[in-house]
Structures are given as C-alpha cells and as structure tokens.
C-alpha cells in the first residue's frame, strides 16, 4: 500500500465516547499533520509532529490527543467531543517540517458528534 | 486583512476558456506559496509551488507579486477535469511561522 492512509473513513460518535483516528505514511517521511476541515471554513493545522516529537499544538482543546509512536503512525485520540467538533479530519506527512515541502494528504476522517 | 483571502465563487467557466483567480496574504514576510487542488469529498493535493519568478505546468500559470503580495492561479483551455476547489496555501513566516490554507476557490467547468 503506498501514500497516506487513514482508518476509519466516517465515524460516528456520541458526546461521552471515546474514539481513535489513524493514519499511516508509507512514504518514508519525517513529519505528520493533522487537520480539521469544517464546511465553509479553511484548513485548520492541529498538530505538527517531526520524527515523533510534537513540535507544534496550534492551540488545540484538550479533548484531542495525539500520539506519534514510530514516524509511520499517527493517531488522534477523541474523548468528550462536542458537536462543532464534526468535520473532516485529515492527516498528512511530508519528507520534513520545513513549510517548503509538499504535503500528501490521506483521504480523511469525516467524524460526526452527535 | 485576513491571513489567506480567495474569492470563495463559483467560477463558471465554459471548457475551453481562460480562467484566472488571486488569492492575497496578510504576512510580508511568507516565503513559501502554493496551489493545491481539491476535488469534492477527496483530499487536497498539490497542484503547483509558486515561485518569485512565477512557474507554468502545461496550461497552468502560477505568479507571486510580493509588492501587492498575492498569487495568482491562471488556467488555460479549462477542462471538465479542472473542476475542483482551488486551495491557496502561504507560509506563515516569522514569528507565526505555520502554514494558512485559504478557504478555497470552487471551478466549475461547464460543457
């Protein structure tokens, strides 16, 4: 399997669940992203990891958790999610963190709170 | 002025025809610029990096003009295929070093 895939593709959740979000790089990249894609509002970075280490938080709610165990993976953890927080959530990685890279998207995550 | 601002459209273009569509960007300082290309309900992906000199792809035409600071995006004899939401991307730069997507241009190509 090549790209970026991410698991699962829709998601439906209630306001006291927990949850996990998946992404997988099989292009030997040293970063991972995640986003949220709201209707009507632009890309929102969320998280920024570099070979595992978080190195940017774009002033995220506690609610969502990421983890980076190996530089293939990246997860996103949901806990106590509102209903705002349905959307698109859509992981990429590009070969650094530097903002001159291309990034590659997965086909996201597309998560309703209900 | 907002970070990234594009005309949201729709663009209703006939095939065949030129369609071009700015995007502007608050940071003086970004340095990196770039088209990417979304179709409706899959995932962006990159159409273009946009240099200082400017840079073309077959009917595709990027240009950066610092002194106004926005990008452009010119497409030449459109295709149905053109059909998509064109996100304008900026580098931060600075002290907000992180990457803005825009909202998006939506291009419907008519036949």
């Known amino acids: 399997e090549t790209g970026v895939t991410q698991t699962p593709r829709h998601l439906v959740m209630g306001m006291t669940n927990k949850k996990s979000l998946k992404c997988e790089q099989h292009?030997?990249?040293?970063?991972m992203y995640w986003y949220k894609q709201s209707a009507k509002k632009p890309l929102e970075l969320m998280f920024v990891?570099?070979?595992?280490?978080?190195?940017e938080n774009n002033s995220v709610p506690s609610r969502f958790s990421p983890e980076c165990p190996n530089s293939s993976h990246l997860f996103l953890h949901l806990h106590t999610l509102q209903p705002e927080d349905s959307a698109l959530y859509l992981c990429a990685s590009s070969p650094g963190t530097g903002w001159y890279y291309e990034q590659y998207f997965g086909p996201g995550t597309r998560l309703t709170v209900t | 002025r907002k970070e990234v601002e594009q005309d949201p459209g729709p663009f209703n273009v006939p095939e065949g025809a030129t369609v071009a569509f700015n995007c502007t960007y608050s940071?003086?300082?970004?340095?990196?610029f770039f088209w990417y290309r979304q179709d409706c309900r899959k995932e962006p992906k990159l159409l273009m990096s946009?240099?200082?000199s400017g840079n073309e792809d077959g009917r595709f035409t990027a240009q950066l003009n610092r002194a106004s600071q926005y990008i452009s995006l010119l497409i030449r004899d459109s295709k149905l295929s053109d059909s998509a939401t064109y996100l304008c991307?900026?580098?931060?730069?600075?002290?907000?070093?992180?990457?803005?997507f825009g909202k998006g241009t939506r291009l419907h190509i008519l036949p």
């Open positions: 946009v240099y200082s």
């Open positions: 292009l030997g990249h040293n970063a």
């Open positions: 940071n003086s300082a970004s340095q990196s």
């Open positions: 991307v900026v580098e931060g730069a600075g002290r907000d070093d992180k990457i803005i």
């Open positions: 990891y570099s070979l595992e280490e978080r190195v």
